[in-house]
């Protein structure tokens, strides 16, 4: 639910507006794209609520902030919530590193367009 109600997605499309780029439809479509589009999705959502948690929870707003959430649901401690969101996030490191590799080692026709809408990610 956190992926969706983020506006990285839009703002993705401004990524690729704004460097004058039109990916094909079918790329959309490819599972190593995906992985890459999903995990920097993640990463952005994911430490924007390890920055902003101090704030949210300060005001009472915690209820879509992982942090509030591991701890509530998890009965764990900041630290705790901490250390998993930094397994977690290595994890889509990991992910969206791979996933690069395997999009720009295909030799497609658009692989310098590609390069630059994944660095701007």
Not at 17 to 35: Q, S
Request: glycine share 8%; aromatic share 16%.
């Amino acid at each position: 639910m956190r992926r969706s109600n983020s506006a990285n997605h839009i703002s993705f499309d401004f990524v690729a507006f704004g460097l004058g780029l039109d990916l094909p439809d079918e790329l959309f479509e490819n599972p190593a794209f995906v992985k890459v589009y999903f995990a920097a999705s993640d990463m952005i959502w994911w430490s924007n609520d390890v920055y902003s948690f101090k704030m949210e929870h300060s005001k009472g707003h915690g209820g879509s902030n992982i942090v509030s959430i591991l701890m509530h649901e998890q009965g764990m401690d900041l630290q705790s919530a901490a250390d998993l969101i930094g397994v977690e996030y290595k994890e889509l490191m990991d992910a969206y590193f791979w996933g690069r590799k395997c999009m720009t080692s295909w030799g497609l026709e658009f692989e310098a367009d590609l390069e630059r809408y994944f660095d701007a990610l």
